[in-house]
């Protein structure tokens, strides 16, 4: 496993817990990820919440449970 890779899975696990987060991009180093989360109205009990860079354009994706509204 590349350097890159092993900063996108901290990304993802740091974005995961707080989507307001201050995450520099694993690919490019120079700028913090823009986070928008969208859901899926097929499967109401996900989301997925996309993680992009204004500078390099490079993307990722993570795929969530939301959680049960009691």
């Known amino acids: 496993m590349n350097d890159e890779t092993r ?3 901290e990304a ?3 974005i995961a ?4 987060a201050k995450v520099l ?7 913090f ?3 928008r989360d969208f859901h899926n109205t097929s499967a109401p009990e ?3 919440r996309a993680m992009r ?3 390099c354009g490079t993307r990722n994706a993570l795929r969530l449970r939301r ?3 009691e």
């Open 25 to 31: 991009c694993p690919h490019c180093l120079s700028e």
């Open 67 to 69: 959680p049960v509204s």
């Open 7 to 9: 900063r996108w899975i």
């Open 33 to 35: 990820l823009e986070v």
């Open 17 to 20: 817990v707080d989507a307001n």
């Open 46 to 48: 996900e989301i997925e």
């Open 53 to 55: 860079c204004p500078v």
């Open 12 to 14: 993802g696990k740091t």
